[in-house]
C-alpha cells in the first residue's frame, strides 16, 4: 500500500521559512518522479513542483520559482520542500504526491493527506 505521510507545517510570519517532509512507503521511492501540490481554502489544487526520480532534475510554478526548494533523499524514501520567503498567499494545506512523469502541472496518482501551512503576522 502506497504511503505518503507529510510533516513540517505550521504557523509563520511573512518573510519566514519552513521546511516540509514527505515520508514514502510501499512503493520504489527512487523509481518515481514526486510532487508537491497545494489547496488554499475556497481555491483549486495548485501544483508547486516536481523533481525527477534520481533527484537531478526538478520544475516550479512561477509563484515559488526562486524562494522553494524541492530535493529529495531516496534512501530515506523522503521528499522535502524548503519554503523560504514565505508570503500570506503561501498558506494553503500541502500535499506531498507520486507523480506520473516528470512534468509540469498536477498529474500524479496517490497523495498524502497533507500538512498546514500559514502565513501570517
Known amino acids: 500500500e502506497v504511503q505518503l505521510v507529510e510533516s513540517g507545517g505550521g504557523l509563520v510570519q511573512p518573510g519566514g521559512s519552513l521546511r516540509l517532509s514527505c515520508a514514502a512507503s510501499g512503493f520504489t521511492f527512487g523509481d518515481s518522479a514526486m510532487m508537491w501540490v497545494r489547496q488554499a481554502p475556497g481555491k483549486e489544487l495548485e501544483w508547486v513542483s516536481t523533481?525527477?526520480?534520481?533527484?537531478?532534475?526538478?520544475m516550479y510554478a512561477d509563484s515559488v520559482e526562486g524562494r522553494f526548494t524541492i530535493s529529495r533523499d531516496n534512501a530515506k524514501s523522503t521528499l522535502y520542500l524548503q519554503m523560504n520567503s514565505l508570503r500570506p498567499e503561501d498558506t494553503a494545506l500541502y500535499h506531498c504526491a507520486r507523480a506520473k512523469s516528470f512534468s509540469f502541472g498536477p498529474k500524479y496518482d496517490y497523495r498524502g493527506q497533507g500538512t498546514q501551512v500559514t502565513v501570517s503576522s
Open positions: 523533481i525527477s526520480n534520481g533527484g537531478r532534475r526538478t
